[in-house]
């Protein structure tokens, strides 16, 4: 059974900048062992700005 891994949000944004600058998905999936459409879901939520939303609430829960 595969195991559930989290990733920190600054770890997401990494890659997505990553991404951003021109590596591809499968590239980056080989270098980061994940998967692309881990990636590709990192990617559309950067873009609809999720991942913003996640730091915001990973602020409030440390607080």
Aim: aromatic share 10%.
């Amino acid at each position: 059974m595969a195991r559930h891994r989290s990733y920190s949000i600054t770890f997401k944004r990494q890659v997505v900048q990553e991404y951003l600058s021109g590596d591809t998905f499968h590239s980056l999936a080989q270098r980061h062992d994940i998967t692309r459409t881990l990636i590709r879901i990192w990617v559309g939520k950067y873009e609809a700005g999720g991942l913003d939303e996640d730091v915001v609430s990973a602020a409030l829960i440390t607080e």
